[in-house]
């Protein structure tokens, strides 16, 4: 703010800086005479006698200092306290969708007794049912689904080794007609939008929310023969490969029929063949 000093034997009120420049008037009271400057001119005290007392007027001008760009930083103030937490701010807006993610999954299946695949499902490869021969008490217990072109790695014959045939439905006129001795095709499947495969004996519908790729038949080896097979569900409508109905036995496939020997009857009846159904999710 301002501050005060001695003048002329008077006195001075020094203002802070102002922009414009501003002229003060300070009146005091004195006795001394008029002055004047070298030259002979008023200076800027003037006297006058206001009622018998010697009034001296200083007429100051007050011009804008320079700022303080010269002047040392000061130093850091002290930490304030950490403020109250603020309230629980809106929810934003949704975000735009993402991008769409690489695939992932899938599940495959045989289908057996087909050359094509399902609507819906991409054909791997077409192929040839095959196994052990139906009299071969060793050899393996699964069916395969033989790829129609083979590549091998060894010419070299194995002294001690396991066969595999080529299959053949067995009479199964009444149901698939004129298929009896017939080599058996497959089709191995493969569907990107599922991630399991369900097989269910005795049903031609799947568990809800659940799609049925194919349903048929249960089938397997004859019950009396030295080859053990795990079952496979045949579709319902099976085809067979061209030129292949000469007997020449292999791998055979038989329907599969229920007993009432530790099977509720009904539902169940005996000697029915058992269907099946291939299910997805």
């Known amino acids: 703010g301002w501050s005060v ?3 002329w034997g008077g006195i001075a009120l020094l203002a802070p800086p102002l922009d414009p420049p501003l002229t003060v008037l300070l009146v005091a009271a004195t006795i001394s005479t008029a002055a004047t400057n070298e030259r002979g001119s008023p200076s800027l005290i003037t006297e006058e006698k206001v009622n018998d007392t010697l009034v001296r007027s200083v007429y100051l001008q007050v011009l804008r200092g ?16 950490r403020g109250d937490k603020g309230e629980k701010g809106e929810k934003g807006d949704t975000g735009a969708r993402g991008d769409t993610g690489p695939k992932s999954g899938g599940v495959v299946y045989t289908r057996w007794g087909r050359k094509s695949c399902p609507t819906g499902a991409q054909l791997l490869y077409e192929g040839i049912a095959g196994g052990s021969h139906y009299t071969h008490s060793g050899g393996g217990a699964n069916y395969v689904c033989l790829p129609k072109v083979p590549q091998y790695m060894s010419t070299h014959i194995p002294s001690h080794y396991s066969y595999m045939y080529g299959s053949e439905y067995q009479e199964v006129n009444g149901i698939f007609p004129g298929k009896h001795d ?3 095709p497959c089709a191995v499947c493969y569907t990107t939008t599922k991630s399991v495969k369900l097989m269910i ?25 030295a080859r053990n097979a795990v079952y496979e569900c045949f579709d319902e409508a099976p085809e067979s490969i061209a030129g292949s109905h000469t007997n020449v036995d292999g791998a055979l496939f038989y329907f599969v029929r229920t007993t009432c020997t530790g099977l509720p009857c009904p539902p169940y009846y005996v000697n029915r063949p058992i269907t099946c159904v291939v299910c997805t999710k």
């Open 5 to 7: 000093q001695n003048f």
């Open 201 to 225: 004996p005795a049903r031609t519908s799947c568990p809800s929310s659940w799609t049925r790729e194919y349903k048929g038949y249960l089938m397997a080896e004859y019950s009396t023969h």
């Open 182 to 184: 017939h080599n058996v």
């Open 66 to 81: 320079r700022d303080g760009r010269d002047g040392v930083p000061g130093r850091d103030g002290v930490k304030g306290e």
